[in-house]
C-alpha cells in the first residue's frame, strides 16, 4: 500500500509539472545532547495487514489520470481490509513489542547513538496512557494515524503532557507484520517499520525513517497461512532480528552519513587482558596449562601430609637344604 501512494504521489508531482521532495530531517551534531536520556517506545499495530496485489499491479494502477488516485486508493484500501479482516481470526497473539524492543536494544547500541537509550519499562509511564498512545479502531486506521500519518499533522502521540519526560528524548518504532502478494499470488510474510525520534517538550521532529524485512522464500497462500498460522509467527518472529538491524542502520547512517547506508559495525568487545601493558616486575608467573581432567584429579586429591620416614626391612639369608 506504502509503494503504490509513492507512485501517486510520484505521478501526481510529474502530471502537474511538481518538483515533490521526500527528505528526511538531518541528524545534527547538536540534535542529541550526549548521554540524553532516549526512551524506546515499539507500537505493534493491532492485527495483520494483507496486500491482494502485487508490485507490478499496483504500478498498473497508478498510472491512472492523477485525479483517480484517492478513489483508487480507497478501493484497494477497502479490499485489502477485508482480506485482513479474514485472516485476523486465525493469527494468534504474539508478543511483537517484546521481540522487537529486545532485538532493538541489541542493535541499537551499535550505532553510535550519543543518548542513553531507556526500556519503556523504566520510563515511569502506566500501561492506560501506552494503550492511549496506540489506540485504533482498525488495522487501516492505525496505519493512518501511526505508519503513514499526514506530515504536516501535529504528532497523533502527545508526549509533552508526560512533565517528567520534558529533558528526554523518544526513539518510536510503529511495526506492521503484513502479507504482501507476490507476482504468483502468493503472499510473502513482512515485518514493516516506521521509525521516529522526536523531543518529548516539543514534539519536534528530529529523524524518521520506514525499514522492512520481508522473506520471500517463505511465500505461501493465503489459505496456507489460515489454515496453519504457527507458520506464520514462526516467519514473522524470524523476520524480528533482521528489521531491528535494519532500523539501526538507518539509524547509524543518518548519524555518520560518510557510512554506508544500513551497514552497522561490528558489536564491540571489551578489551583483552594481553592488550593492557603491565610492567615486567608484575607480571604475574602462570603456571603451566594442564587439562581439564588433571585439573579434577588435584582439586580432589586429599590435602598433603608429613612423609612417613622409611623402614627399612633386615634382609633374611637363605637357608639351605
Known sequence: M????????????????????????????????????????????????????????AESAAKMLPGLSFAVQSFQDDRYKEASEKLRPYVPYWPARELLEAELFKALPRTRFPGALVPVAEAAVDTTTLRLWNRASDTLDWQNRYLYPDPSAPHPRDYSRLLSWDDALVFEVNVLPQLTADDDGNMVPTLVAASRLLRCQTLRLLWRHEDKADAPAQ????????????????????????????????????????????????????????????????????????????????STAPAPTEPVPAVSTPTVPAQGP
Open 2 to 57: 506504502r509503494t503504490l501512494r509513492g507512485l501517486f504521489l510520484a505521478a501526481l508531482a510529474l502530471s502537474t509539472g511538481a518538483c515533490v521532495t521526500l527528505n528526511e530531517p538531518v541528524l545534527s551534531e547538536q540534535s542529541v545532547g550526549k548521554g540524553q536520556r532516549t526512551i524506546v517506545l515499539v507500537y505493534p499495530a493491532p492485527g495483520p495487514w494483507v496486500i491482494t496485489d502485487s508490485e507490478s499491479k
Open 219 to 298: 511465500a505461501r497462500s493465503l489459505y496456507e497461512f489460515m489454515t496453519l498460522p504457527q507458520q506464520l509467527l514462526d516467519r514473522w518472529r524470524a523476520l524480528v532480528p533482521a528489521l531491528a538491524e535494519r532500523i539501526a542502520g538507518s539509524l547509524f547512517a543518518a548519524l555518520n552519513p560518510g557510512a554506508s547506508p544500513g551497514a552497522l559495525p561490528a558489536a564491540q568487545k571489551p578489551p583483552s587482558p594481553e592488550g593492557t601493558a603491565v610492567p615486567a616486575a608484575t607480571v604475574p608467573v602462570q603456571p603451566p596449562a594442564i587439562s581439564t581432567a588433571a585439573a579434577v584429579a588435584v
